[in-house]
């Protein structure tokens, strides 16, 4: 595909991107319009293919939906690959934009050491805590996390959620020794708060 042929088909696909990128926004066209000062018609004809967004509508849009740009112009690279520490734990970011909430999926590994400690019927050491400006808003997708907040600890099964000021000193770990735990972060760095609608 030449350089043209290449922005031709990124401008024919731009609509199907703006559309997706409000219905992912779970706004309707009316509230976004209002929001940015584009005429109902104009958002719609773009949504539709029947018009292409300028850069300055674009870089409206992309703010509005708090999306790259890259993302809106269908030039996005693939998604990074699993960020992995020293003990392998994985954590893949799920969101690429500055500032807001964020969002992330980690993999805390069965550990060794943890099947030791769980063996001689000693408790596990409390996992290192941490604090900092911000909140935080946790998923359990399966296995079982170790949850350490302040002085309390929890153990959150697959489907258990917490959520809490980052301030109160917190950390986690494996609960599960034989099997590993995978989780998912939303941290709002300015303390931004997950509003749950009826």
């Known amino acids: 595909m030449t350089g043209n042929e290449e922005v031709a088909h990124l401008l024919a696909?731009?609509?199907p991107r703006l559309k997706a990128a409000r219905a992912r926004d779970g706004r309707g066209l009316g509230e976004v319009c209002r929001a940015t000062g584009l005429t109902p018609s104009t958002l719609s004809r773009m949504e539709n293919g029947h018009r292409h967004p300028t850069l300055e509508v674009l870089l409206l849009l992309a703010r509005e939906y708090r999306v790259p740009l890259d993302e809106l112009a269908g030039t996005a690279p693939a998604r990074p690959a699993p960020l992995r520490g020293a003990d392998d734990k994985a954590v893949l970011p799920l969101t690429r934009y500055v500032g807001g909430l964020h969002?992330?999926?980690h993999v805390l590994p069965a550990t060794a050491a943890a099947a030791t400690?769980?063996?001689a019927d000693a408790p596990p050491p409390r996992p290192r805590q941490v604090?900092?400006?911000g909140h935080e808003w946790l998923c359990v997708l399966s296995g079982r996390l170790r949850l350490a907040l302040g002085?309390?600890?929890l153990v959150l099964a697959a489907g258990e959620v917490a959520e809490f000021?980052?301030?109160t000193p917190h950390g986690v770990a494996n609960a599960a020794p034989d099997r590993p735990v995978?989780?998912?972060v939303m941290f709002g760095p300015q303390g931004e708060r997950l509003r749950v609608r009826d």
Do not use: F, I, N, V
Request: net charge negative.
């Open 131 to 133: 604090s900092h400006p």
């Open 117 to 119: 400690a769980t063996t």
């Open 13 to 15: 696909t731009m609509g």
């Open 103 to 105: 969002a992330h999926k």
């Open 165 to 167: 000021d980052t301030r």
């Open 182 to 184: 995978e989780y998912l």
């Open 151 to 153: 002085d309390r600890e």
